[in-house]
Nanobody, 114 residues
């Protein structure tokens, strides 16, 4: 059974940093582009960043220059390094395959205080 487990969230002041991790079981990592998403209260889930199996990355405008996505294929883990955090980054953060998503994990809460 494929499972996604996100971790690393927490409460941080504006301007601070966090590093999120997502461990995947099953075959989700195999050849798949992986992405980090977030969903704030009352808003739709949005794709923030994606990383291909070979390490190529793309970013949404809202996080470009502040967030860095990476992956460790040997560990079936994808990371999101978040710097210069803003209150508007407050959300639940999720990972999933971009093209062929599986059931969503529980996510990890990130709260940025002003």
């Amino acid at each position: 059974q494929v499972q996604l487990v996100e971790s690393g969230g927490g409460l941080v002041q504006a301007g601070g940093s966090l590093r999120l991790s997502c461990a995947a079981s099953g075959s989700i990592f195999s050849g798949n582009t992986m992405g980090w998403y977030r969903q704030a209260p009352g808003k739709r889930r949005e794709l923030l960043a994606a990383v291909t199996r070979s390490g190529g990355t793309t970013y949404g405008d809202s996080v470009k220059g502040r967030f860095t996505i990476s992956r460790d294929n040997a560990k079936n883990t994808v990371y999101l390094e978040m710097n210069s955090l803003k209150p508007e980054d407050t959300a639940v953060y999720y990972c999933n395959a971009v093209l062929y998503p599986v059931d969503w994990g529980q996510g990890t809460q990130v709260t940025v205080s002003s």
